[in-house]
């Protein structure tokens, strides 16, 4: 190599990369050149027993530089794609003694990718490090600095290190540096004092830090603090995290040329070594679980050690490079060793590839006939990759087949514990299987589906709830009816109905997806729609809509508008689905189950499930007609539920009428006449629309709140249906009366912040007098735990008309009080006491107000 040139190799993927710097102006040479760098890629071909050059690159520096110089190569992992690219670094010198580092990628296509450039005031020796990123650190003077192609800034490392012995990455951690603490006597806890035997051993000058949390992260546990002196090499083999403390397995070269083993910070295995000044170690997996340690030493002197034994396996002198890589594509790694030879300027000319053990490779060798290649070398070549790849193949079938029983085992064991949790039985799982269970692991079993058993604590029997199942099919839904009893005592906001499928034992449990409503509906004969005069004087009538929750499925419904004197009224809880996705199984079961949510002592809320029971459905069933519902159109409706059903599936929308002129008599004339409505006996709170066409099958609910105003709620197949509903009622209304489009549940909305707004004026009212600043606050977290309970769970009518009845009572006797005590307040703060109450007044003012609109 003449000297306008400089030479690097390195291996990558069983190739060996050839670097060459040329036609330069390198270090203490003439004028500026052109400088060019050539890469060649270099195989070993076992027919040939040589390497030959598989493909080359080239990259031109054209920047004016001078005094180019080849930093290091090797390979790291790029941020971008975490895969491991071949990289050089080159430093070159620029004008007023600037010195210039450029870092280039090197990619499969042979292009050269310039990834991270710098510029410093000084020259950089031989402390230099790349690392993954790529990341450069390196040391001037006795600081440490780096720089990642990331943030591409210069950044000073806070922790203050004498020398950095390996650098590597560790899960969860990051970037770490394994180094020396540079200690000064003068610096607190360096000076030397009496100490336990204990401390002796595990303190030491090496510390671990972590680049991205800029801390040490272990101090303790690396080396004892008595070979610190001697360590000249490390090479972590092994990390862990333990209780949150670092362990680490590595090991050593020391200036007594010692090879040692440390676990824990605790010495295992030592081995002396045959050459002096070791310098480099590296590791070698040769098959089979047998590990290589292959020691470089400066003078150009090689050895290799059992990990198992730490004993010499092997050793080599006049050595140029130890490489260590699959340079025959067998699966596993061997070691090259180049030799010095001074005859010949290629680098690869004097080699011995070898694992050590049957696979051996020389350039001395190469003197042999054909009959050669057929002795036992070649089935060494051959046996151990197939044996290996066997052996992987046979692990692989075995993790497949465990995975698919554990996932029998799974489904069979979540399906019958899901199915005990719907049933209400008692779960006779063991612990030993509960364990398995959260494990993902556990005995096959059969799901038990008789229902006979004792029920726990959390379920109800459900002939105490539960009077009658029914269904319907209407167009392209499926409706899902459960009549419930009297005993059924909790907020029908709480109750939902849930359609699962029930299929096979071992087969996944699938829930149906469905729309989940409550409807009541009062029995008492009330007078035909629209002939109810108003008295002014009555009790104000209410209308309970129905509150559209968080979820889609939990919706509740309630038509009753006049409270009835007697409880007399029937409710329902249905489930609305699509019926086309479930015919696709042809004839398919369905397990009706009933979800009830109750609050117990401190808001906590608890879930009971009733098993309603089974319903069944096939195509020969639809064909026939069975479970259609169709209406006979001389004849009114004759089963209830094919009226909960119509309500349930069809869309709802209700609206506020408003004639400010004249009297709305004409809604009367408008249903009986114009959409030839027929009043349903059994609650005549529903009309039943007659008109033929797509009017026919309409439901109507009109309640009149006094002469000029009432609320009409429509339930339509569709929003066509809807729209031609109004088109025809807005030609018989009077003149400047309108319609207004209400969202079901507002007015429960607007109570709950009427009774907000109360409390407010309770506590306005309490602020008053200072013997009552405890009072005040316990009503500030009562009105802030009443706005959440309202914005979250908004209550029954009933419920909530009797909470504005005991706020009524309250803000009484709290008037009371007050009049009867001493107030003796400043001017100042009088004033701006009623000026809160003023305000929060007239919010509750314009509450009422809307309550009222409504």
């Not at 569709?718 to 807005?730: A, D, G, K, P």
């Not at 309108?738 to 306005?764: M, P, Q, R």
Request: with cysteine; net charge negative.
């Amino acid at each position: 190599m003449s000297s306008n040139e400089q030479e690097r190799l390195f291996c990558y993927n069983g190739e060996v990369l050839v670097f060459r710097l040329s036609k330069g102006n390198f270090v203490d040479e003439g004028p500026t050149k052109t400088t060019v760098l050539h890469v060649r890629r270099m195989v070993f071909d076992r027919g040939t027993g040589v390497f030959v050059q598989k493909s080359t690159g080239f990259f031109s520096i054209k920047e004016e530089y001078s005094h180019l110089r080849i930093m290091g190569c090797d390979c790291v992992s790029d941020f971008r794609t975490g895969i491991n690219l071949p990289y050089i670094m080159i430093q070159c010198i620029k004008k007023s003694n600037v010195f210039r580092y450029f870092l280039l990628f090197l990619h499969s296509t042979n292009k050269f990718e310039k990834r991270l450039s710098f510029s410093l005031h000084c020259e950089l020796k031989d402390s230099i490090r790349v690392l993954n990123g790529p990341l450069v650190l390196w040391r001037h003077i006795q600081t440490f600095f780096y720089i990642s192609s990331q943030t591409g800034k210069v950044v000073t490392m806070s922790i203050k290190f004498s020398s950095i012995e390996w650098a590597g990455e560790i899960e969860n951690v990051g970037m770490v540096l394994l180094g020396r603490k540079r200690c000064n006597l003068s610096e607190e806890g360096c000076t030397p004092q009496p100490s336990k035997s204990d401390y002796a051993t595990w303190n030491t000058q090496f510390c671990v830090y972590s680049l991205e949390r800029e801390e040490v992260i272990s101090d303790t546990y690396i080396i004892p603090p008595v070979y610190t002196s001697v360590i000249t090499c490390v090479h972590v083999c092994a990390t862990e995290i333990v209780n949150n403390r670092l362990r680490m397995s590595l090991i050593a070269l020391t200036q007594k040329n010692q090879l040692i083993s440390f676990q824990d910070g605790t010495p295992k295995s030592v081995c002396q070594l045959p050459f002096g000044d070791p310098c480099a170690v590296q590791l070698m997996d040769s098959g089979g679980g047998d590990l290589l340690f292959v020691i470089s030493f400066r003078a150009s002197d090689a050895c290799a050690v059992w990990e198992k034994n730490f004993q010499v396996a092997a050793k080599w002198e006049k050595v140029s490079s130890v490489l260590i890589d699959d340079f025959l594509g067998t699966g596993t790694e061997q070691v090259l060793l180049l030799f010095k030879d001074p005859l010949n300027s290629d680098c690869l000319s004097s080699f011995k590839i070898t694992d050590l053990d049957n696979l051996n490779y020389s350039s001395e060798s190469l003197d042999y006939n054909e009959d050669d290649l057929f002795d036992g070398k070649e089935n060494y070549l051959v046996v151990p990759p197939l044996e290996r790849r066997l052996k992987v193949g046979l692990v692989s079938v075995q993790e497949l087949q465990q995975h698919l029983l554990l996932k029998e085992k799974v489904i069979s064991k979540s399906y019958k514990a899901l199915m005990n949790l719907f049933q209400g039985k008692d779960d006779s799982t063991s612990s030993a299987e509960e364990e398995c269970l959260a494990t993902l692991c556990g005995e096959e079993e059969n799901p038990v589906y008789t229902f006979d058993e004792k029920l726990s604590d959390n379920f109800q029997d459900s002939e105490q709830l539960v009077e009658k199942i029914w269904y319907r099919v209407i167009e392209d839904s499926l409706v899902v009816g459960v009549k419930t009893t009297s005993s059924l005592k909790v907020s029908l906001n709480h109750v939902t109905l849930s359609l699962s499928m029930d299929q096979a034992p071992n087969s996944s449990f699938l829930l149906i997806k469905c729309q989940s409503r409550v409807i009541k509906l009062s029995r008492k004969c009330s007078p035909v729609p629209g002939s109810v005069p108003y008295e002014i004087g009555s009790e104000v009538k209410k209308i309970k809509l129905s509150v559209d929750s968080e979820e889609e499925e939990e919706k509740e419904e309630s038509v009753v508008f006049v409270q009835p004197s007697e409880k007399e009224y029937v409710q329902m809880i249905t489930a609305v689905t699509s019926l086309s996705p479930l015919l696709a199984f042809g004839n398919f079961c369905c397990i009706v189950l009933l979800q009830i949510r109750e609050r117990e002592n401190g808001n906590r809320s608890a879930t009971r499930y009733v098993q309603c029971g089974r319903i069944a459905l096939s195509l020969e069933d639809l064909s026939s007609g069975k479970y259609l519902l169709t209406f006979p159109k001389k004849k009114p409706i004759e089963h209830m539920e094919d009226l909960f059903a119509l309500l349930a599936a069809w869309q709802r929308a209700c609206f506020q009428i408003i004639s400010p002129s004249y009297a709305l008599t004409s809604m009367k004339v408008w249903l009986l006449e114009h959409m030839e409505c027929e009043v349903i006996k059994e609650f005549p709170e529903i009309c039943f629309c007659k008109r033929p066409g797509s009017f026919y099958g309409t439901l109507f609910n009109w309640k009149q709140r006094t002469p000029f105003e009432g609320i009409l709620i429509v339930y339509s197949r569709n929003q066509t249906v809807l729209f031609q509903c109004l088109h025809n009622l807005s030609s018989v209304l009077p003149i400047n009366s309108f319609f207004k489009y209400l969202k079901l549940g507002s007015e429960d909305f607007l109570i709950g912040h009427l009774g907000l707004a109360l409390e407010k004026e309770l506590v306005i009212l309490g602020s008053f007098s200072s013997a009552l600043v405890k009072v005040e606050s316990n009503l500030v977290q009562s009105c802030e735990a009443s706005k959440e309970k309202t914005s979250g769970d908004v209550a029954a009518l009933s419920d909530i008309e009797e909470s504005i009845h005991a706020y009524r009572k309250e803000l009484q006797r709290e008037k009371k009080q007050k009049l009867g005590t001493n107030l003796k307040v400043s001017g100042a703060l009088y004033r701006e006491m009623t000026l809160k109450l003023a305000e929060v007044q007239l919010k509750s003012d314009l509450a009422a107000q809307k309550v009222t609109d409504l």
